[in-house]
Every structure is written in C-alpha cells, then in structure tokens.
C-alpha cells in the first residue's frame, strides 16, 4: 500500500535561508509525486509534481524537488526562503493514470524568523 | 467556474443533526475528491468520483457518511447524526484526470458542539 513519511512536524528557518523539506514514500511501482503548500484558512495549492523524466522538478514560487528513486524520496527545497513561505507543506504519492486518489503526509509546517 | 468552489466556508453544528457540505468543481473536471482534515493530522481521503463510474467509497469512516455526485459536475457530502469526532476541515479536490494534479477548495470548517 502507498504511503508518506514526513519526518519533520515542525521546521523553522531564517529569512534568507535554504530550505529542504523531507518527503519519503512507499509504493511498489513508479509513483506520481506531489508537493502542496497551505496557507492559514486556505485550501492547497499545488507546487510541484513529478510523473515521470527529469528527476529535478521546478515548480512556482522557487520551489524544486528531487525525485531519488533509491531513496525513495521526493524532498522539496529553496535555496532562500521569503516570510511569505510560512506554511503547511504537504507530500503526497499517486498512482498515475487510472489512480483513484492520493495519499498524503501528516505535513511540515514551516515558520520563517526575521 | 476558475477555481473549486465548496459551501458553506464554516459550518458549526449540534451533535445528532444532520449536514450537507456542497462542492462545485472546475468546470470540465472529471474526477472529484472528497478528503479531511482533522487538527495536527494530514489528509485523510474519503471518496472518489471519476466521470460516470461508480465512486471509490473506501474512505468513508462510517456508514454516516454519504456523497453524491449529480450531473457529473456538483457534489455533496452528508454527515448523518454528526458526532464531535466529526469536527474538522473537510475539502475537495478536481482534477481533468484520475491521477493528475489536484485543484483543492479552500474546504469547509465543521465544529460539531
């Protein structure tokens, strides 16, 4: 069965700072992979996915992520991360093309010092 | 419409009655998704509709728990006889194909009292 780890409940970094965000997974086959991003009393948006090709993904906001397939990782980074990047991140694994929905980690939520 | 559209934004509620959460994906969308969220935890996925086929209840906690999906389009999740427990952020999801990126509502705050 798929799953999501996300080791890190809570992560707080300086303004300014690089980023990286831990995501692992289990799934038998080539996964989809996503990251989302929730603001306070917002719904989530997408930042990034990964289906298949390049391992590096860009997605907005200045977000990438690197999909390792030894590591059965899909972790999320900056390399300088903006007070407006305070949040809940979530990852999630899919099935791909006839998936019925996605599972997703407990989250990390970020908070940016000054 | 442009984005997902879920009603109402709060809802709160006493223990026993009955509520319905209404979601209006993006138009065109094909698959629709149901999923909450309950303080401090991740998403936890309660059911799936693609398209005509017959939805993925799986996640369903309860026998309480129901949606429909009419037209292909609107959906409807009720929460029969509502317990505390139930208390939590409940959003949805559209997608142009099973498997592809979601667009997620801003979700629906139930406090059952």
């Known amino acids: 069965a798929q799953s999501v780890t996300q080791p890190d409940i809570h992560i707080t970094v300086s303004e300014g700072a690089s980023l990286e965000l831990r995501c692992n997974y289990s799934?038998?086959?080539?996964?989809?992979l996503f990251w989302y991003v929730q603001s306070p009393g917002q719904g989530l948006q997408l930042l990034l996915k990964?289906?298949?090709?390049?391992?590096l993904v860009q997605g907005i906001k200045g977000f990438e992520a690197e999909f390792k397939r030894s590591q059965s990782s899909f972790n999320l980074r900056k390399p300088s991360v903006h007070w407006s990047d305070a949040a809940e991140y979530f990852c999630a694994v899919g099935e791909g093309t006839g998936a019925n929905n996605l599972f997703f980690g407990t989250g990390t939520r970020l908070t940016v010092i000054p | 419409g442009a984005g997902v559209s879920q009603s109402p934004s709060n809802k709160v509620t006493e223990k026993g009655k009955d509520v319905e959460l209404r979601c209006d994906p993006i138009?065109?969308?094909?698959?629709l998704y149901w999923y909450r969220q309950s303080l401090g935890q991740g998403l936890e996925f309660l059911i799936y509709f693609q398209g005509n086929s017959a939805p993925d209840k799986s996640g369903l906690p309860s026998d309480r728990f129901s949606a429909e999906r009419t037209g292909g389009s609107v959906s409807t999740l009720t929460i029969q006889r509502t317990q505390q427990e139930d208390s939590a952020v409940y959003l949805c999801?559209?997608?142009?194909?099973?498997?592809?990126?979601?667009?997620f509502g801003s979700g629906t705050r139930l406090t059952v009292v």
């Open positions: 990964y289906f298949s090709g390049d391992t």
């Open positions: 799934y038998g086959a080539t996964p989809y």
């Open positions: 138009s065109g969308h094909t698959a």
């Open positions: 999801a559209s997608s142009l194909a099973a498997g592809g990126g979601y667009t």
